[in-house]
């Protein structure tokens, strides 16, 4: 008989564990819910809600973002590299280009055509 009575202590024990627990469990939900609601009313009247409201919106926003970008180089190849095009359309252009100065002629200071930039003077006339 001892072994059942071991056995009963045991159910019993358990049993009011899981009654505490349940009570533990709901008084703390209640009180959540209770400040969840005192929270509400306070959030109504500034404009802190509205704030939050805006911050959700613009996190979803840039999520998004991301999503679709990443959804686009993973599925499409990516973008094209507009910068790499624009690099390669100049070089061609330079190379059309005649060089505006001999190699070893190249002026050492202003000239007619251009004659510079000045930095911060004081000077109210030009010169």
Do not use: C, Y
């Not at 910068?83 to 200071?109: I, S, T």
């Amino acid at each position: 008989m001892s072994a059942n009575d071991d056995r009963d202590d045991r159910d019993t024990e358990a049993q009011r564990a899981k009654d505490h627990l349940m009570q533990g469990l709901g008084l703390l939900f209640r009180g959540a819910t209770e400040a969840a609601g005192v929270l509400r009313k306070e959030i109504d009247k500034s404009n802190l809600g509205r704030s939050i409201d805006d911050a959700g919106r613009e996190l979803l926003r840039a999520a998004n973002n991301v999503v679709s970008r990443l959804g686009n180089d993973v599925f499409f190849g990516g973008p094209k590299d507009k910068d790499k095009e624009r690099r390669e359309d100049e070089k061609k252009r330079e190379e059309n280009d005649p060089p505006r100065w001999a190699p070893g002629q190249k002026p050492k200071g202003p000239t007619e055509e251009d004659p510079g930039f000045r930095i911060a003077t004081d000077d109210d006339e030009p010169k």
